[in-house]
């Protein structure tokens, strides 16, 4: 049968990319505890297109992902991109795969235990020129403003706010990037804020809670400050992207910060 996608084209464009989207597909996760999690991912795949190309073929980008065995972490991302390029015979690859993961929480008092979800992500790129890997985790915070708490005779407005943070570690020897788990980011988050949120609350949980937030007072500018100070002492982590946003209780607008860092920007300063 003719192949239409890999006769010429005479327009001398090349595309950056092209490829699927939005494919709703099971994967397998690894846990901290070294147990594997299965979820549902929505999966972007795409490779650059040379310019003599009409097009690139969309079935064989199913192909490849059948073929790893839907079991992903930053050392099977690059495996992955490797086959993409090889198997599409193009220059750079690019694979989203966005999903919700799972923890176990127990209440702080009474210790009811439920699931509860976080949205997260692995992307990755591969060219002749770089290789890349982020791993991007939202966790949902409990957070209490500073400013209402102080001028408040009783009482202060508090919301749920959330926390993104976009990580790279550092490249490895054997090309794969360096390990950080998903429950790491999760800790550090719920630390940063004034309050981690909870599935099940008893009566007691709340009033733990509720004081436990009213304690600890943050704007969106301290969330992102705090994460950030956590993340730069980690040897792993390469380079950072933090954003906070609150979904204000009292007010009709949303308030975030955003903060970037990048190792290399620092090594050798004094």
């Not at 690139?56 to 050392?75: A, I, K, N, P, Y």
């Not at 976080?118 to 791993?135: P, V, W």
């Not at 490249?171 to 999760?186: P, R, S, Y």
Request: hydrophobic share 35%; net charge negative; proline share 4%.
């Amino acid at each position: 049968m003719k192949d239409i996608q890999s006769t010429l084209d005479y327009r001398n464009i090349s595309l950056r990319e092209a490829g699927i989207r939005d494919l709703k597909y099971p994967i397998t996760i690894l846990d901290r505890e070294q147990r594997e999690q299965t979820t549902v991912a929505d999966i972007s795949m795409s490779v650059s297109l040379p310019h003599h190309f009409k097009g690139t073929h969309m079935s064989r980008f199913l192909e490849v992902l059948t073929s790893s065995g839907c079991r992903f972490t930053g050392s099977t991302i690059p495996v992955v991109l490797k086959k993409l390029k090889e198997t599409l015979e193009a220059e750079s690859a690019r694979i989203r795969i966005e999903f919700p993961y799972f923890l176990t929480r127990e209440a702080p008092v009474t210790g009811a235990a439920a699931k509860m979800g976080y949205s997260c992500a692995f992307t990755g790129e591969s060219s002749n020129d770089r290789e890349d890997f982020i791993l991007t985790v939202t966790v949902p915070v409990g957070t209490l403003c500073p400013c209402s708490r102080e001028i408040s005779n009783a009482g202060a407005h508090n919301q749920r706010g959330y926390i993104t943070m976009d990580v790279r570690t550092e490249k490895q020897q054997d090309g794969t990037f360096a390990m950080i788990w998903i429950e790491e980011l999760v800790e550090i988050a719920e630390a940063s804020a004034s309050s981690p949120l909870y599935t099940i609350l008893k009566r007691p949980d709340e009033k733990f809670v509720t004081e436990q937030a009213y304690n600890n007072p943050v704007f969106v500018e301290d969330i992102v400050r705090n994460v950030a100070e956590k993340l730069r002492k980690d040897t792993r982590v390469t380079q950072f992207t933090v954003t906070a946003e609150n979904h204000e209780s009292i007010h009709n607008h949303n308030a975030y910060a955003v903060v970037t860092w990048k190792k290399s920007d620092y090594q050798g300063a004094v």
